[in-house]
């Protein structure tokens, strides 16, 4: 079993459109949670931490649930740009686990 | 640098030859990564250096794999006798701790032919 699960997608998605996908971790020692955006050929990049008590950035709103191991995100009014593939990771002190992420299209 | 920065960005090489691939990390950073990305995959652990404690290697998936970090700063990926299953995207990524504020280069795209 994978440390981290995502639902693939794709996430097909009108401009303007809210989107929410979520994942859930295997290890409950996971102690930090980020999610990372990796467009087609490039790097990950931090797209943001992800606190119990939730947090927003912007159009985008991380929440995590650690009674039930699941991390999501959401992103409102959603623009073009924000197509990309979403990585859900759990962090154990230095090592990383992450999700094979999950595609978001967003359409005109 | 700016940021971290590996090479080659592409290398194509031939089933069983040896090739070297190069990160050199955000400068202060103790913290470096190598992970692996299959096409359509997740990012794969391979190895991580923390100053100079000793590495975690648990991630090399086999002893054709080696990694050293010189003076704590720049790193080296080993493959030796490359096979096709080696094929694919060599990320690296530094940290000034280990625990947080992670960044990745633009990794290495490699294909066994």
């Known amino acids: 079993r994978k440390e981290v699960e995502q639902d693939p997608g794709p996430f097909n998605v009108p401009e303007g459109a809210t989107v929410a996908f979520n994942c859930t971790y295997s290890n409950s020692a996971s102690q930090s949670f980020f999610w990372y955006r990796q467009d087609c050929r490039k790097e990950p990049k931090l797209l943001m931490s992800?606190?119990?008590s939730g947090n927003e950035d912007g159009r985008f709103t991380a929440q995590l649930n650690r009674a039930s191991q699941y991390i999501s995100l959401l992103i409102r009014d959603s623009k073009l740009s924000d197509s990309a593939t979403y990585l859900c990771v759990a962090s154990n002190d230095y090592k990383l686990s992450f999700g094979a992420g999950t595609t978001v299209t967003v359409r005109a | 640098g700016a940021g971290v920065s590996q090479s080659p960005s592409n290398k194509v090489t031939e089933k069983g030859k040896d090739v070297e691939l190069r990160c050199d990390p955000i400068?202060?950073?103790?913290?470096l990564y190598w992970y692996r990305q299959s096409l359509g995959q997740g990012l794969e652990f391979l190895i991580y250096?923390?100053?100079?404690?000793?590495?975690?290697k648990s991630g090399l998936p086999s002893d054709r794999f080696s990694a050293e970090r010189t003076g704590g700063s720049v790193s080296t990926l080993t493959i030796q006798r490359t096979q096709q299953e080696d094929s694919a995207v060599y990320l690296c990524?530094?940290?000034?701790?280990?625990?947080?504020?992670?960044?990745f280069g633009s990794g290495t795209r490699l294909t066994v032919v």
């Open positions: 400068s202060g950073h103790t913290a």
């Open positions: 990524a530094s940290s000034p701790s280990g625990n947080y504020g992670y960044t």
């Open positions: 992800v606190y119990s």
């Open positions: 250096f923390q100053g100079n404690s000793a590495p975690d």
